[in-house]
Nanobody
Framework: QVQLVESGGGLVQPGGSLRLSCAAS?????GRWTMRWYRQAPGKERE????????????DYADSVKDRFTISRDNVNNMLFLQMNNLKPEDTAVYYC?????????WGQGTQVTVSS
């Protein structure tokens, strides 16, 4: 069955970096799926962080993470990544991997990112 599994979260100091990974399994033609990262902080709604479809194509970012986060994907190994640099306390949240194709949408279970000194 289709599954998305995130990893790479943890505790990091402000200004530090983390790289999140999302392993996708059970997908047919993974490269055709739009892949996104969302996050949800305590007491807040889930928000879109970054998204992309084609490798080398357009990438969209939330204003709050532009120039700090980079989304990428590996369609050979069915992986999605989020490189997060210069992390701030307000980046603390559970980060979710999301896959979209037409009316189909799948979510991972999330990985916790905590930015604190």
């Amino acid at each position: 069955q289709v599954q998305l599994v995130e990893s790479g979260g943890g505790l990091v100091q402000p200004g530090g970096s983390l790289r999140l990974s999302c392993a996708a399994s059970g997908f047919t033609s993974f490269g055709r799926w739009t892949m996104r990262w969302y996050r949800q902080a305590p007491g807040k709604e889930r928000e879109l962080v970054a998204g992309m479809l084609l490798i080398g194509g357009r990438r969209d970012y939330a204003d709050s993470v532009k120039d700090r986060f980079t989304i990428s994907r590996d369609n050979v190994n069915n992986m999605l990544f989020l490189q997060m640099n210069n992390l701030k306390p307000e980046d603390t949240a559970v980060y979710y991997c999301n896959a979209i194709y037409g009316s189909l949408r799948y979510w991972g279970q999330g990985t916790q990112v905590t930015v604190s000194s």
